[in-house]
T-cell receptor, first 114, second 115 residues
């Protein structure tokens, strides 16, 4: 197992375009999390899944954001009609239900909206 | 409001000196506490975690942290800084108002190590 993988590592897009990011968690992990990190700040929780069920969404996740985990394995995060304020590092993490003792993070996808 | 506070957004030490990065939290329930390190353009790597066992927790790369309930603190220390320790460090907590299902992070402390 190579850990949590995120693709792409970097994405530059024009304002108004849609973007989609992918996260592949550690295979035996049933929980998957998305966080957003803006420059100079700590990561902020966006949403998490247990298997394929999306159990919690932050108020940070506006209507333009949608996340899916259709088969309980990989997840996608889509941002529609991107805005410059969406520029950030999007981090994915995975963990086990039985283990609230921290999660394994991926290397992130850095989004730049121009 | 329940939160995580990291005192000092930038800390600078000499190589070989003590590293002390401060973290305080506010919580009405026993929290789980974590320290993560982030190198430029990379994700977060877990350094250590406190999960209601021993209050002095040892982590990777020679770091350790002590949970002090009376002070609501979880400061990170390392006896002797190495150049490779230069990075951003985040304190995180679960078990605050949002429950144990997610982490709440501090704003981070950037550690610089000078020769």
């Amino acid at each position: 197992d190579t850990g949590v993988s995120q693709d792409p590592r970097h994405k530059i897009t024009k304002r108004g375009q849609n973007v989609t990011f992918r996260c592949d968690p550690i295979s035996e992990h049933n929980r998957l999390y998305w966080y957003r990190q803006t420059l100079g700040q700590g990561p902020e929780f966006l949403t998490y899944f247990q298997n394929e069920a999306q159990l919690e969404k932050s108020r940070l996740l506006s209507d333009r954001f949608s996340a899916e985990r259709p088969k309980g394995s990989f997840s996608t995060l889509e941002i529609q009609r991107t805005e410059q304020g969406d520029s950030a590092m999007y981090l994915c993490a995975s963990g086990q239900t039985e283990d609230n003792y921290g999660y394994t993070f991926g290397s992130g996808t850095r989004l730049t909206v121009v | 409001a329940q939160s995580v506070t990291q005192l000092g957004s930038h800390v600078s030490v000499s190589e070989g000196a003590l590293v002390l990065l401060r973290c305080n939290y506010s919580s009405s329930v026993p929290p789980y506490l974590f320290w993560y390190v982030q190198y430029p353009n990379q994700g977060l790597q877990l350094l250590l975690k406190y999960t209601s066992a021993a209050t002095l927790v040892k982590g990777i790369n020679g770091f350790e942290a002590e949970f002090k309930k009376s002070e609501t603190s979880f400061h990170l220390t390392k006896p002797s800084a190495h150049m490779s320790d230069a990075a951003e460090y985040f304190c995180a907590v679960s078990g605050l108002s949002g429950g144990y299902n997610k982490l709440i992070f501090g704003a981070g402390t950037r550690l610089a190590v000078h020769p």
